[in-house]
């Protein structure tokens, strides 16, 4: 009973910093009592906080993180992709258009990053609002786009949907596709 009191302690000041600190930054739209809910089969559900490095990458630990995000998740399962990087984390850079790492303090995602390759070429960039993602690029080695991926592009207006679009080294479009929720299964769906 002692270390659920102190859980639920450590848990409040953890989102009521979140909730001032957001604030402090925009006004938020995110309910924060949502946020890090499991659903009635113990499984994650709904928005969870997720820590990055200060490139981007995820630790499962909040001890060296130097940003957050919220990433959707229905009954255990991530849903959503951030951009990827090929190669070595050593090897890459962010450049910043956004909120700006602070000594001692997490800062929510909030603008334009973008991972450089020590060639200087770009091979990502995320789009984050209020640590929502809104869209992400990946890019091959000659600067074409590889895939965009635009969380603002629903399909049928379902919540934590999204659109892919997968292009050639060329630039072409190879295709697109939703992932969306058909009979309670999230599945890939072909845009048309």
């Known amino acids: 009973m002692v270390k659920i009191k102190i859980y639920m302690f450590f848990v ?24 890090n809910k499991k659903n009635e089969n113990g499984k994650k559900q709904g928005y969870w906080v997720e820590y990055t490095d200060d490139k981007l990458f995820v630790l499962k630990k909040k001890k060296h993180a130097v940003f957050y ?3 959707f998740y229905d009954n255990g399962a991530k849903i959503g992709e951030t951009a990827y990087v090929i190669g070595s984390k050593k090897k890459i850079h962010l450049k910043i258009e956004g909120n700006q ?4 303090n997490i800062i929510l995602l909030n603008g334009t ?13 995320e789009i984050y609002s209020e640590g929502k993602m809104l869209t992400g690029k990946t890019f091959f080695y000659n600067g074409h786009l590889d ?11 379902q919540l934590a949907s999204y659109k892919v679009t997968v292009y050639n080294i060329n630039g072409t479009v ?3 596709y939703y992932r ?3 009979n309670g299964k999230w599945k890939w769906i072909d845009a048309k």
């Not at 409040?12 to 946020?35: P, W």
């Open 174 to 176: 190879e295709k697109s």
């Open 180 to 182: 969306g929720k058909i």
């Open 147 to 157: 895939e965009y991926v635009d969380y603002t592009d629903k399909y049928q207006n």
């Open 101 to 104: 790492a602070e000594s001692g």
């Open 12 to 35: 409040f000041l953890v989102f009521s910093s979140i909730n001032i600190r957001c604030f402090s930054q925009t006004i938020c739209n995110i309910q924060y009592d949502t946020i």
């Open 69 to 71: 995000r919220l990433v």
């Open 113 to 125: 990053y973008k991972l450089i390759s020590k060639n200087d070429s770009i091979s990502s960039e």
